[in-house]
């Protein structure tokens, strides 16, 4: 199993920035990918960003695209997501998920922490 715990949500203005961060312990040599996804009370979960483990390489979804940046630390287990030039529309639990493979999907998931943007 892959354990994930978030960090760094909090209560900001628009155009303010976060960090958030997501540790991972347990069977980490098994991730290929990590990702954050959102969701907003009373919606649908939504893919924000992935990097690949091994690769380093990137993907966005198109409503975070240049504001957002996803980043690893490949010895502390950790990856990032930079949130800059935040919106009202940003504000969302925020998610980190793992996957086992290319083939699999995100099956590891954080608790989640609490992003809101105040207008």
């Known amino acids: 199993q892959v354990q994930l715990v978030e960090s760094g949500g909090g209560l900001v203005q628009a155009g303010d920035s976060l960090r958030l961060s997501c540790a991972a312990s347990g069977r980490t040599f098994a991730t290929y990918a990590m990702g954050w996804f959102r969701q907003p009370p009373g919606k649908e979960r939504e893919f924000v960003a992935a990097i690949i483990w091994g690769s380093g390489s990137s993907y966005y979804a198109d409503s975070v695209e240049g504001r957002f940046t996803i980043s690893r630390d490949t010895a502390k287990n950790t990856v990032y997501l930079q949130l800059n030039n935040l919106k009202p529309e940003d504000t969302a639990v925020y998610s980190c998920?793992?996957?086992?493979?290319?083939?699999?999907?995100?099956?590891?998931w954080g608790q989640g922490t609490q992003v809101t943007v105040a207008s």
């Open positions: 998920a793992s996957r086992g493979s290319a083939s699999d999907a995100f099956n590891y």
